[in-house]
């Protein structure tokens, strides 16, 4: 380390959320507190179980605490720990730079905000809780030592574009972070940060919860008659300490609730729904979780943190345990505190150990359970239901490929577009309810968006027809329509796949359709050998009303966006060949049989039937293998028609 402080500039993205910081986007600038002392009890956290995983780690570990000081004089506060503390690469990577993932989606995100509360909330929703405290400070001074270390690190600024760092030689163990305090401005909501009675105030509201005690002085040392000692200052322990989880529900408000979540997920909006969980007897554990109102930016990134906290007799083990929350629900947030396993427990392990396997299936049949009740709950919880499956509801939908044991349960949670109700979405058991007599499968078709699964001419008899069919537009329904085989006895059929035929029971049609297969049965074999480089097959079709074509694969292909996706993941793909389907009453296609039938070596009808397959891949949303010879085509054909 150098003897000398060093001059260093901020990451741009972290410029930019200084700026706004200073600028006060955020209303509520009393929350600058709780994100300080949430950070400090992380600290403290991490300090105590590296001690006990590291029995030579010179730290002092006999009273963990928080203070708050202040300078009224000065306008000074200062938050301080005696937790693990940083290095200096530490303050570097963690307070220079916003070492989170999806900076660039944030920015972007905070760019198309039109309001300044727009801008607060997404801030929340990436736990930078440091930054905000230059919503209150002109300039703020850190001064830090990692636990074991010898040297201490101070690191100073005023927000604007650089900072300083040098090294301290005399830092105690921990990080005090000295906020030099604004000028109170009231109607701004600059309050004063060095009044006890504020502090007191914030600490009761956002913090009471915190594990380790937090302590101000609230009365100065009284000096003493001449020759006596003088009285000691009066140091008051701010918060009560109390686990939330371990709290009877009933001694515990809402906004508690709302606070704890906040904590625990550096959100700085109120929960959708908490949960609580108790067991007794084998294995006792509890368990406090939360729904978030909003998905946060990295819910589908690759390098997404999952799972909740994970305590072990009220001490902290580790946060995001992946082995308690599985993959799908990997928004959930909150705590589980078990009684009866080891504190020096490994992620590893965890994977292995079968209370975690039974806790972590407890857990799940609880949130799927609760967002049942809330589906089918009043109109308040209606609306909570509508807004979590808008957020998450995409997520979810993947525990219908990796969680078979509750695949019925998370089907019964789910909500999907249709052509019943343009606005409103329906689930698989309201479907069931309205499906008509003699109706076997549930109707899907999936496609990129709801307009594009409209218009396409699958969707033709069944319109006409009234068979209702579900609009599936999310990547992940490609998949999951595959694997789970069906709801309430029906199975799930797309109207894109397989032979359909809605007349089954109807005589004359079926009599008339054989009678057409007849007809055109030269025109069907013909076509099949001039289009094989494209299609396997070219048959009649049942489900289409106005349109000339369309293409549909067999029960059991691939679907063409799925093809795509699994290239894009870099998956070699033997070439899937779909079928071609002719509606015979369309002019055009009666019209080609009739041609074919008076002039069959006639070079120009090739060209028509490689027309009629590109408008059909063309109608589904697809793309042409040779999108210029379509063009010339079509260009000819319209030509010879003026």
């Not at 694997?483 to 049609?509: C, H, I, N, P």
Request: with cysteine.
């Amino acid at each position: 380390m150098t003897t000398s402080a060093e001059t260093l500039e901020f990451q741009s993205e972290a410029r930019q959320l200084l700026r706004l910081m200073i600028h006060s986007i955020y209303s509520n600038k009393d929350t600058f507190l709780r994100e300080l002392i949430s950070n400090a009890s992380d600290a403290l956290d991490k300090l105590r179980l590296e001690a006990f995983q590291d029995k030579d780690l010179q730290a002092e570990t006999d009273d963990l605490h928080i203070t708050l000081e202040t300078d009224p004089e000065q306008r000074t506060l200062t938050v301080r720990d005696n937790g693990i503390g940083m290095s200096r690469d530490d303050v570097v990577n963690l307070i220079g730079t916003i070492a989170k993932s999806g900076t660039a989606e944030f920015l972007a995100k905070l760019k198309e905000a039109k309001d300044a509360a727009a801008s607060g909330d997404l801030i929340g929703q990436f736990g930078i809780g440091f930054y905000s405290s230059f919503m209150v400070a002109d300039k703020v001074t850190l001064v830090t030592r990692r636990a074991g270390a010898d040297e201490g690190v101070r690191w100073e600024s005023e927000g604007e574009g650089t900072y300083t760092i040098e090294p301290v030689a005399d830092a105690p163990q921990g990080t005090a972070v000295t906020l030099h305090l604004k000028p109170v401005d009231v109607e701004d909501h600059l309050f004063d940060y060095t009044s006890v009675a504020k502090l007191r105030e914030i600490v009761k509201k956002y913090s009471d919860f915190i594990t380790w005690p937090i302590r101000m002085t609230t009365e100065p040392a009284a000096e003493g008659e001449e020759g006596e000692e003088s009285a000691e200052p009066k140091v008051e322990t701010l918060n009560s300490m109390k686990a939330l989880w371990a709290r009877p529900s009933s001694d515990v408000s809402e906004d508690e609730y709302h606070e704890f979540y906040k904590h625990v997920s550096h959100d700085w909006q109120d929960p959708l729904e908490t949960i609580r969980l108790q067991a007794e007897g084998t294995f006792e554990y509890q368990a406090l979780l939360f729904l978030p109102s909003r998905a946060p930016m990295d819910l589908f990134m690759r390098e997404r943190k999952r799972g909740v906290q994970l305590y072990v007799k009220r001490v902290f083990i580790m946060d995001d345990c992946e082995a308690l929350m599985p993959e799908y629900l990997r928004f959930v947030k909150g705590v589980v505190d078990a009684q009866d396993l080891s504190l020096n427990v490994s992620r590893e392990i965890l994977q292995q150990d079968r209370q975690i396997q039974l806790i972590r299936r407890r857990l799940v049949k609880k949130i799927l359970s609760t967002i049942k009740t809330m589906m089918s709950g009043d109109e308040k919880s209606a609306e909570k239901y509508a807004t979590f499956w808008q957020e998450f509801g995409r997520a979810v939908k993947e525990g219908l490929l990796d969680d078979t044991e509750n695949r019925t349960a998370i089907l019964d949670i789910c909500s999907f577009s249709s052509t019943h109700d343009a606005e409103k979405p329906t689930t698989l058991r309201e479907y069931v309810e309205r499906m008509k007599d003699g109706q076997e499968h549930i109707y899907y078709l999936t496609g990129e968006s709801r307009q594009a699964i409209e218009n396409s001419p699958h969707l033709e008899a069944f319109r006409a027809k009234g068979f209702e069919v579900l609009i599936l537009t999310d990547p992940i329904d490609e998949m999951w329509v595959d694997a789970v085989a069906g709801f309430e006895e029906k199975q799930f059929q797309s109207v894109a796949k397989g032979q359909v035929d809605l007349d089954t029971d109807d005589e004359e049609k079926t009599a008339e359709r054989e009678q057409k297969q007849k007809d055109f049965a030269g025109l069907l074999t013909w076509m099949s050998s001039a289009l094989e480089d494209n299609v396997k097959e070219v048959r009649l079709s049942s489900r289409l009303t106005t349109s000339a074509a369309c293409i549909v694969g067999d029960s059991y292909d691939m679907t063409p966006t799925l093809e795509k996706m699994y290239r894009a993941m870099g998956q070699e793909l033997p070439p899937v060949k779909r079928i071609l389907e002719l509606n015979p009453e369309h002019p055009l296609v009666s019209g080609l049989r009739a041609a074919h039938e008076a002039r069959p070596e006639d070079e120009g009808l090739k060209e028509t039937a490689e027309l009629i397959y590109g408008m059909a891949l063309l109608a589904e949303g697809g793309e042409l293998a040779d999108p210029a010879r379509f063009v010339s085509l079509l260009s000819q054909r319209l030509q010879s028609a003026l």
